[in-house]
């Protein structure tokens, strides 16, 4: 596996993570929770940024970034509708669509 590949999946990976944070932070205002809720946001936000940094290796820091902040975005949108019972509206949908099509060009283009 090339180094370029290898710092994508790690950036894929890196975006994962990135949901676990605000999964981590909703679950902390649970009774009982907070440790533990604090504990997977904390550990959640170092995993991901360690694997941002391994990527920008290879990855511009732009589309890194964005890729990032994007996967982050359109998960912890999914895990809100699906798990949480989040709005589930024509134009929230429309603009999860917006953020992975805006994902998916910036890795076309790289």
């Known amino acids: 596996m090339t180094p370029q590949a290898t710092a994508w999946i790690a950036l894929f990976c890196a975006g994962l993570f990135e949901v676990g944070w605000p999964l981590g ?4 205002n649970k009774p009982g929770m907070v440790v533990w ?6 550990a959640c ?7 941002l940094w391994f990527s920008l290796r290879h990855i511009p820091i732009g589309t890194a970034y964005a890729v ?4 982050g975005a359109a998960g912890t949108f999914l895990l809100g509708v699906v798990v949480f019972g989040d709005p ?4 929230r949908w429309l603009g ?3 953020i992975v099509g805006g ?3 910036l890795k076309l283009g790289s």
């Not at 589930?88 to 134009?91: E, G, I, K, Q």
Request: charged share 5%; hydrophobic share 70%.
């Open 25 to 28: 932070l909703k679950l902390a």
């Open 37 to 42: 809720g604090t504990i997977v946001a904390v």
């Open 45 to 51: 936000m170092a995993v991901s940024g360690g694997l």
């Open 68 to 71: 990032w902040t994007g996967i």
């Open 88 to 91: 589930n509206l024509v134009l």
């Open 96 to 98: 999860f669509g917006a």
């Open 103 to 105: 994902v998916i060009l």
